[in-house]
């Protein structure tokens, strides 16, 4: 299981990625809305000196879409970057989950045994949790998850 901080690391590489791609659609969208159409309607007959053979003029409108294009191309590089560290970020802190899980799991493991040994030498639950600075309950729990693991040879 991933940590509260990786998780939160994730979502954020996730929003981030979302809002990538919203802004490409974005971009997309406003330049298809500004380019206008370069071919006449079937019905109308071509004005004289329009022909689609002719290079046409740069209107001012599509070099404002191509320029708007272009920096949002660069705020998307931009993006990317930031979410290849991001990405970079949780590995690291999923290595040190990691880490940290295997110490906690063998620091749990060593209080386990160490309150099965006191057991073994006959103190009581309470008197285990004392010396131990745990809480009874905690205590019995241990304890009564190894009486389900090895049954009774009586």
């Given amino acids: 299981m991933m940590s509260t901080p990786g998780m939160e690391l994730l979502c954020l590489v996730v929003s981030s990625a979302v809002v990538a791609a919203a802004m490409i659609i ?10 206008p159409a370069r071919q006449p309607c079937p019905q109308e007959p071509d004005l004289p000196g329009e022909s689609l ?32 560290q991001r990405i970079e970020e949780l590995r690291q802190l999923s290595a040190q989950a990691v880490t940290a899980s295997g110490l906690a799991r063998s620091a749990l493991e060593r209080q386990q045994a160490e309150v099965l040994r006191l057991s073994r030498q006959g103190l009581d639950g309470v008197e285990i949790a004392r010396r131990l600075e745990l809480d009874v309950g905690e205590v019995e729990l241990m304890l009564n998850l190894q009486r389900c693991r090895v049954p009774n040879k009586d």
């Fill in 26 to 35: 974005w971009i997309l969208l406003r330049v298809a809305g500004k380019t």
């Fill in 53 to 84: 053979d002719e290079p046409a003029e740069e209107i001012p409108e599509e070099e404002e879409a191509r320029q708007e294009l272009q920096a949002g191309v660069g705020q998307l590089r931009q993006l990317l970057a930031e979410v290849d």
